[in-house]
């Protein structure tokens, strides 16, 4: 939320329960669920795109960020990459735009048909209407990421440019094909039920031709 957001300062110094560990350089947010997840800590006398930093470690008091983690432990978070998020922001945060990236999330039903992040149109269906699959899987719980690479039955398709979320729930419902694969420009979202694998790449249970004959998506992007 953003009153939650204000409290976390870009380049205030970030320490670890047994000393200094870095500087906050960016913050990532849920664009649905309106939410800070994770602060890009920058790690001291290191250059680079920083490590992430789950919300529930840090508090923050005067100038300064506090983590509920050790050095060690904080050195083995997960390095922030900049293909797995959307640079900035849509809506109204107490950050600039630089200083942001935020999920490749998408919502359905959350506004006028072919919105960017608060929405979705699939093919001429309009977004009130209520494509959710039966095979809901937790945000938290599947590991697609953006960039990842989409595998048909028969062959590599393209890569994944984001996450279809059911904002009632915030669980994920279809894996979006980011443009570039076979056919040129059209974009289609992959119900996640359709999805048997998600180890070094997401594999599908559907062909090429029947990925294909999925309706179209119109997304009006951040990047």
Known sequence: MVSEAAQFTIGN???????????????????VARTL??????????????????????????AEIQLSCTIAQFDNFERAEETRFL?????HWSYGQDQMISH???????????????GIGLGGIAAGSQLIT???VPAGEVEVH????????????????GL??????????????????????KRVAIPI???????????????????RDLPPVNLADQE
């Open 87 to 91: 640079p900035g922001a849509r809506g």
């Open 193 to 211: 039920g359709a999805v048997t694998r998600v180890d070094d790449g997401v594999k599908l249970n559907l062909t090429k031709d029947e990925v």
């Open 13 to 31: 110094d970030v320490s670890c329960t047994d000393g200094a560990c870095g500087r906050l350089d960016r913050v990532v947010v849920d664009p």
């Open 164 to 185: 279809v979320i059911d904002p009632s729930n915030h669980h994920v419902t279809h894996v979006l094909l980011n443009e570039g694969h076979l056919w040129g420009k």
């Open 146 to 161: 953006r960039s990842d690479p989409v595998y048909a039955k028969d062959g590599p398709i393209g890569k994944v440019q």
């Open 104 to 118: 490749a999330y998408y919502g359905l039903g959350m506004g006028g048909g072919g919105l960017g992040m608060g």
């Open 37 to 62: 997840t994770h602060l890009v800590v920058e790690a001291k006398h290191r250059q680079g795109k920083g490590h992430l930093v789950p919300i529930a470690l840090a508090t923050c008091s005067d």
């Open 134 to 136: 039966s095979d809901n």
